[in-house]
T-cell receptor
Framework: SQQGEEDPQALSIQEGENATMNCSYKTSINNLQWYRQNSGRGLVHLILIRSNEREKHSGRLRVTLDTSKKSSSLLITASRAADTASYFCATDEMGGSTLGRLYFGRGTQLTVWP | KAGVTQTPRYLIKTRGQQVTLSCSPISGHRSVSWYQQTPGQGLQFLFEYFSETQRNKGNFPGRFSGRQFSNSRSEMNVSTLELGDSALYLC????????????FGPGTRLTVT
């Protein structure tokens, strides 16, 4: 299975601190995406990084991708209480007919305390 | 543009009944994917439709089915509901045939009693 795994499962920090979450996956990919989910609601798309990219930024988010290690990290800088949510990485699978199908990890639950 | 909408948002059904969930994708999006989210199994892919054709199917029993209409709206149906079908059902739409970005709706919370 391609399903990724996030690490840590839970992360608790103070406002203003940086939060780093990691994701590992098993097979070759075309892209890796990060999503946020607030308390059982829908997933919000944060960022997509392609397999030929090593780093991408979007606002306070920084994503890195290491295809040789099959891993990615999401860094949220200067965290706010509103960042409290579950964060998921999602991958596709290179080769075959995988359009429309994403593989998700179990997520990292981030809690940011005011 | 309006986001992905799903109806209903909450649903309570009894074992053995069937249920139909609806998803309207973002305007112009032709791909619709469905996922089931449970505390035990996490997010699991159900199926994906593009231009009214099912292109991918996850590892779910035949009780789970779906379809897509010419306006890209999609429905999923679960027949003979089981307690284990209680979950958050998420629908996502994607802009094009070759895009991997998916945009999710708020989900339908199904409870089977």
């Amino acid at each position: 299975s391609q399903q990724g795994e996030e690490d840590p499962q839970a992360l608790s920090i103070q406002e203003g601190e940086n939060a780093t979450m990691n994701c590992s996956y098993k097979t070759s990919i075309n892209n890796l995406q990060w999503y946020r989910q607030n308390s059982g609601r829908g997933l919000v798309h944060l960022i997509l990084i392609r397999s030929n990219e090593r780093e991408k930024h979007s606002g306070r988010l920084r994503v890195t991708l290491d295809t040789s290690k099959k891993s990615s990290s999401l860094l949220i800088t200067a965290s706010r209480a509103a960042d409290t949510a579950s964060y998921f990485c999602a991958t596709d699978e290179m080769g075959g007919s995988t359009l429309g199908r994403l593989y998700f990890g179990r997520g990292t639950q981030l809690t940011v305390w005011p | 543009k309006a986001g992905v909408t799903q109806t209903p948002r909450y649903l309570i059904k009894t074992r053995g009944q069937q249920v139909t969930l609806s998803c309207s994708p973002i305007s112009g999006h032709r791909s619709v994917s469905w996922y089931q989210q449970t505390p035990g199994q996490g997010l699991q892919f159900l199926f994906e439709y593009f231009s009214e054709t099912q292109r991918n199917k996850g590892n779910f029993p035949g009780r789970f089915s779906g379809r897509q209409f010419s306006n890209s709206r999609s429905e999923m149906n679960v027949s003979t509901l089981e307690l284990g079908d209680s979950a958050l059902y998420l629908c996502a739409s994607s802009p094009s045939d070759s895009s991997y970005e998916q945009y999710f709706g708020p989900g339908t919370r199904l409870t089977v009693t």
